[in-house]
């Protein structure tokens, strides 16, 4: 979904396993927020 939303918004991005990977596991800790996330969104850039 997030790679959908980047590619939507004009932002080009290249989806990985390793991408994907820290992507979920940023989501699965209890402390996770919404800048945690959008953090790791931002190494997705090209």
């Known amino acids: 979904?997030?790679?959908?939303?980047?590619?939507a918004s004009g932002v080009p991005?290249?989806?990985t396993q390793d991408r994907v990977t820290a992507l979920a596991t940023e989501l699965k800790k209890p402390d996770s927020t919404a800048a945690s996330v959008a953090n790791v969104l931002r190494t997705w850039h090209i």
């Open 1 to 7: 979904m997030a790679h959908g939303y980047l590619t």
């Open 13 to 15: 991005v290249r989806l």
